[in-house]
């Protein structure tokens, strides 16, 4: 992708990112709010990440290949088009899942293992090896509770590659990855999908 092309990208991105604040500041019932208002203090951030997010490989350059991973990825219904609601969900993903909370990504990955919604993961909903559900399992009640999900146990847990690679296959998918999607991001660093051993244990 030549100079110029990156240079018309950035303004699309910027234009759909006004477009966006700008309709959504319409929508606020607050009369003394403006669009500047709205626009001023997310724009720059939002569009800077999306193209932080566009550049996968981290050379100040955004490739064909880099564009057309991020379009079919915001595709979401497949249709060869960007809708409103898809560009606006990758904005709401540029604002960061962190900014929901340290624990938001883990907490999500907790609700997503608690099948039957009791608030607790039991051995056949867990994913991952029985002497790791015992591990996380501090009062040896045969449940992982939420707080032990999300105790010092869990966090160290969660920090070994062996012991997210649920199936052994030396990778860790997306379905097999306990946390927030934008840790997972950092750590793809090639954005293929899956994170190695040696993305792992050497994040950017």
């Known amino acids: 992708m030549k100079t110029n092309d990156i ?36 724009m720059g951030l939002e569009s800077a ?32 088009r960007l809708a409103p609601e898809e560009i606006e969900s990758s904005l709401r993903q540029a604002r960061g899942e962190e900014s929901l909370g340290p624990d938001y990504g883990r907490t999500a990955a907790f609700e997503r293992l608690d099948v039957n919604g009791n608030d607790s993961i039991d051995a ?15 009062n040896l009640n045969n449940l992982v509770s939420r707080e032990e999900f999300l105790s010092r146990n869990g966090r160290y847990w969660n920090q ?24 997972f991001d950092r750590l793809d660093r090639d954005r293929n999908g899956v994170i190695v051993r040696s993305e792992f244990y050497r994040p950017r």
């Not at 193209?51 to 979401?76: M, P, V, Y």
């Open 124 to 138: 056949s909903e867990w994913p991952g090896r029985k002497k790791d559900f015992l591990y996380l399992d501090a």
């Open 49 to 80: 990440e999306l193209l932080r997010r566009l550049d996968a490989d981290r050379n100040g350059f955004i490739s064909q290949r880099e564009w057309n991973d991020f379009f079919t990825s915001r595709d979401q219904d497949g249709d060869g």
């Open 7 to 42: 240079r018309i990208l950035q303004s699309a991105l910027l234009a759909l990112s006004l477009g966006l604040s700008l309709h959504l500041a319409a929508q606020t019932k607050d009369p003394a709010a403006t669009p500047s208002d709205t626009v001023s203090g997310q």
């Open 160 to 183: 070994v590659f062996e012991n997210l690679d649920f199936n052994d296959d030396k990778i860790i998918s997306r379905s097999e990855w306990l946390d927030s999607k934008a840790s």
